[in-house]
């Protein structure tokens, strides 16, 4: 019967629309339920008086499979790349300083001390050994290179990618290259050649990728390509065992006038880590307790659009991060006009600033007012701005990203030994393999393959 075979997708952001479109893909019926009135999760692009504005992320990284989905739904005219030469600086000493992208930059750089710059010379001609327990990145990085480079390069790099505290950020769960090259070659330097492909092999580097018309069009698209299987303003109150001799799960849904329960053979829970614990507590108390041993960081967006004339320099590059030993409460500022065309009318400037993570959760609880003009105030500083923006928008996310905090491998690792004990229930998100989009695809790929050979063998 046609209920033997369906498959329920709960949660429509990335990962949920990448897992039901996959699902389609390999011909299996699929339901994906978001409870908002719309999907795209924390992606979504604004308008406002000829600016346009990102609300969470702000690009991504054109790997492979994101690529190969972006022609799979025919809007790789619509793809834009940024410059992969546009310089990213980061604040030091309330100046903006270059930041080295090589390993030959770095050594000539200004901006670290001399013993800094050694460090990375000699790296590669030193074998360190890792502790055996786990390390977190600040502790890995004083180790291996020094406090400076851990307070002035990766140390906000941690900031804008993770929103993260590098004192509790696990090196292994993070940044498992980096400690796997540690630990095969007692190098990272040295790991990161013997990872190079030969010549001839391999691609260039991923770039920096958006769209035209922002990152709703790659969300816009998934969502046209799966047509009434999506269904939005659907919140789902429980999960539960179908009645004994029945094999699969009742999905009780509620909203856009109805109450109803879907049998679904297999579920995938493609909702942030707190709400794939609550809907998966009456199925197995032991997933759900794992689940919610996951943290997440608040962020605060500050979106503001300028006349480039405010600027005593128009911004010209990726933009800046910001450490916390500058005193400020902005994580980083992306320059999205620089970036990306199309982002702000003829002599204007669009900018987002980052403000909050796990270093200063209390930004997000202040009013979208307070935080717009902290953000304004701190980019006038940074940047010499005069007066204030023409247009600003804020966002604020109290639960965006999940940490990979000390612990994150194992917590990962009981959730796939439970999961095995709970055939047809799968997870998807950005709290498996890592937040970037492209991650999140590729996971959500994996586990709707799954789910679909799931279903099959079950049929």
Not at 161 to 167: I, K, S
């Amino acid at each position: 019967m046609p209920e033997a075979t369906h498959i329920v997708v709960i949660g429509a952001g990335i990962s949920g629309l990448a897992c039901a479109y996959r699902l389609k893909c390999l011909g299996a019926r699929v339901t994906l339920l978001e409870s908002s009135g719309q999907a795209g999760g924390l992606i979504a692009t604004v308008d406002r008086d000829g600016f346009l504005f990102e609300s969470g992320p702000q690009s991504f990284q054109g790997t492979p499979a994101l690529l190969g989905l972006v022609g799979e739904l025919g809007i790789e005219g619509e793809l834009v790349e940024a410059d992969p030469r546009a310089p990213r600086y980061v604040l030091r000493s309330g100046r903006l300083e270059k930041i080295p992208m090589s390993p030959p930059a770095l050594v000539r750089s200004s901006l670290l001390g001399v013993g800094s710059r050694w460090r990375i010379v000699s790296e590669p001609f030193r074998h360190s050994k890792p502790p055996s327990g786990e390390e977190s990145v600040a502790d890995f990085v004083r180790r291996k290179f020094g406090q400076e480079i851990l307070e002035y390069l990766v140390s906000p790099f941690v900031s804008g990618v993770y929103a993260g505290d590098p004192e509790k950020l696990s090196l292994r769960a993070a940044f498992p290259t980096l400690d796997e090259w540690e630990r095969q070659f007692g190098s990272i330097v040295r790991g990161a050649i013997k990872a190079r492909p030969a010549s001839g092999e391999g691609g260039r580097a991923a770039s920096l990728c958006s769209f035209r018309g922002g990152l709703r069009t790659l969300v816009r698209a998934l969502g046209k390509s799966l047509g009434d299987s999506l269904e939005t303003g659907s919140c789902v109150a429980s999960l539960s065992p179908r009645r004994q001799g029945e094999r699969g799960y009742d999905v009780d849904v509620s909203g856009n006038g109805r109450n109803e329960t879907i049998a679904a053979s297999a579920a995938v829970l493609a909702t942030p880590a707190y709400v794939a614990a609550r809907l998966i507590r009456p199925v197995s108390p032991s997933l759900a307790q794992t689940l919610s041993g996951i943290p997440y960081a608040p962020v605060a967006v500050a979106a503001a659009g300028y006349y480039a004339r405010q600027f005593a320099e128009t911004p010209n590059g990726f933009g800046f991060l910001v450490p916390r030993s500058e005193g400020l409460r902005t994580l980083g500022t992306v320059w999205n006009s620089s970036l990306f065309a199309g982002r702000a009318p003829a002599g204007c400037v669009t900018i987002t600033s980052f403000l909050g993570g796990a270093t200063d959760p209390e930004v997000v609880e202040k009013p979208d007012e307070e935080i717009a003009a902290l953000a304004n105030k701190e980019n006038r500083r940074i940047s010499a701005i005069e007066g204030l923006p023409v247009v600003s928008l804020t966002w604020r996310h109290p639960k965006a990203l999940p940490q990979y905090n000390l612990g994150h491998g194992h917590i990962v690792r009981e959730l796939r030994e439970a999961q095995e004990r709970v055939p047809g229930v799968y997870f998807a998100g950005n709290y498996l393999e890592g937040p970037a989009i492209g991650k999140c695809v590729e996971q959500a790929f994996r586990t709707a393959e799954a789910a679909d050979a799931y279903a099959r063998r079950r049929t």
